[in-house]
């Protein structure tokens, strides 16, 4: 395997833009990531695309070459990942691999959901997909609440609190003010945070990621050949997929994702850094208790203790290992399918000094942890200065 | 059927199909050869740790109750 690195990212806005359709947003993308890295369409050689439902919530399909073409990416392999919520990790895994073993020199990968233009009974069902559909989606189990059975069992366990899950949506909220991309640029008080609508028990409103329309993209290329690009590539220094059972009354132990785990131990061993090492990260924060599993199975914190690390501000921005600087899924949004490359975006800005008020001091080298579903699919990647 | 609660949760948000159930609790249940199934609570609330009783299969969901001890 040769080395790797990214060279350019682009990504839209994330809110709710009625106005937009899937394609439109993943061409903003595209074109803002070939124009940030002076790459011409003619120079991709593979164009990769992360994308959940884009069918059901558009009626679109076949999608990548609908918005390749779009972009000028003409005449080669455009491939959809549909990989759940890591659908565009799942994108840059696949991209990475090609790129690594000599296949391409330069390839494209975007990830893109519209989801605003359906109601949000329709968004919760859509998502559900996700889940096991024979059992415990029938049973009227919904994302939020396989979560939030999650969450009852790491408090049964661990004595997690409501208040530690409550810090991690006031502590993303208030990184994701500072973040002009942010589709909910707005502070929330503990009071707030703890008193939201119920959602499914424990989990209220302010526990839950937004839903979204966006999109984002990153190029790739060797990284002998990067600086003919850039004189700031970002090495892409490990990056695994793992898998487990989709439903979660298959899992051993709900309260922590083997393939999280698994991911995370591949990546660390090809970049040759342990959790230590990692300066920051963005984290699969879906759900407030997502990021608390996250950041155990990760190994920033022993198993059990991530709720209280998280509450006495360990995770800030200004703590020892900053999580989710953006805001997170929480607060800058939760596209599904452009979770995952938005990750690496924000990772590639941070890492070349270009994170504007949301800059971190130590940012040389970072995490990205994109979660599918309930702990089924997970894409873990470690970027680095070259 | 006899199971124990392994974990639980009440929805409140629900998709159309559920609408009108809710608020409705939803229960992983370990069952005694230690297999484990998600289902719906049909009477009172229960908590993790609680014993559980499979009274009615509605759709291939199954339902619980409290097991009286």
Redesign the interface.
């Known amino acids: 395997m040769r080395p790797v690195a990214v060279i350019a990212a682009g990504k839209t806005r994330f809110g709710a833009f009625p106005d937009r359709d899937l394609r439109s947003l993943a061409v903003e993308a595209g074109e803002k990531c070939l124009k940030n890295g002076h790459v011409s369409p003619s120079q991709v050689e593979a164009f990769y695309l992360g994308n959940f439902a884009g069918p059901s919530f558009t009626g679109q399909n076949h999608l990548a070459p609908y918005i390749s073409t779009a972009l000028g990416i003409r005449d080669v392999p455009a491939t959809r990942f549909e990989a759940a919520c890591a659908s565009s990790g799942s994108a840059f895994f696949h991209a990475f691999s090609a790129v690594a073993s000599g296949l391409y020199d330069c390839v494209m990968v975007a990830g893109v959901e519209k989801m605003t233009s359906q109601p949000?009974?329709?968004v919760?069902?859509i998502l559900?997909g996700a889940g096991d559909c024979?059992?415990?989606i029938?049973?009227?189990?919904?994302f939020?609440?396989l979560f939030?059975?999650?969450a009852?069992?790491h408090m049964?366990q661990f004595g997690t609190t409501r208040e530690q899950l409550a810090a991690v949506a006031v502590k993303n909220h208030a990184n994701g003010a500072l973040n002009p991309d942010a589709h909910m640029r707005k502070v929330i008080t503990m009071d707030q945070a703890l008193n939201g609508?119920?959602?499914?028990?424990?989990?209220g409103v302010f526990d839950c990621s937004l839903i979204s329309d966006g999109a984002a993209a990153v190029i790739m290329a060797p990284l002998d050949r990067a600086r003919d690009f850039t004189n700031k590539p970002v090495r892409i220094l490990g990056v695994a997929q793992a898998s487990d059972f989709v439903?979660?009354?298959?899992k051993p132990d709900?309260t922590t994702f083997p393939a999280v785990r698994r991911a995370a131990q591949k990546a660390y061993e090809m970049a040759g850094v342990g959790p230590q090492d990692i300066q920051f990260a963005e984290v699969h924060d879906c759900f407030t208790i997502a990021e608390i599993v996250a950041i155990e199975d990760l190994g920033f914190i022993e198993r059990g203790l991530g709720g209280p690390w998280s509450q006495s501000g360990h995770t800030a921005r200004t703590g020892e290992k900053p999580v989710n600087a953006s805001g997170g899924l929480k607060s800058k949004g939760h596209p599904v399918g452009a979770t995952g490359v938005a990750q690496i975006c924000d990772l590639f800005a941070q890492i070349r000094c270009e994170a504007g008020d949301m800059q971190l001091k130590r940012n040389s080298l970072g995490l990205a942890q994109n979660l599918g579903g309930s702990g089924a699919s997970c894409v873990v990647s470690i970027l680095g200065n070259v | 059927m006899i199971g124990s609660v392994?974990?639980?949760?009440?929805?409140?948000?629900?998709?159309?199909?559920?609408?009108k159930?809710v608020?409705?609790q939803?229960v992983?249940v370990t069952l005694e050869d230690g297999t484990?199934?998600?289902?719906?609570v049909a009477g009172d609330r229960v908590t993790?740790g609680d014993l559980v009783e499979r009274v009615e299969v509605r759709?291939?969901?199954?339902f619980f109750l409290k097991a009286s001890s």
């Open positions: 949000t009974a329709r919760t069902e559900a024979s059992g415990e029938k049973a009227g189990s919904t939020p609440s939030a059975m999650i009852r069992r049964y609508r119920p959602v499914a028990e424990p989990l439903a979660l009354d298959q709900i | 392994y974990t639980e949760t009440v929805v409140h948000l629900a998709p159309e199909a559920f609408a159930d608020p409705y939803v992983i484990r199934v998600t289902g719906r993790i759709d291939g969901v199954p």
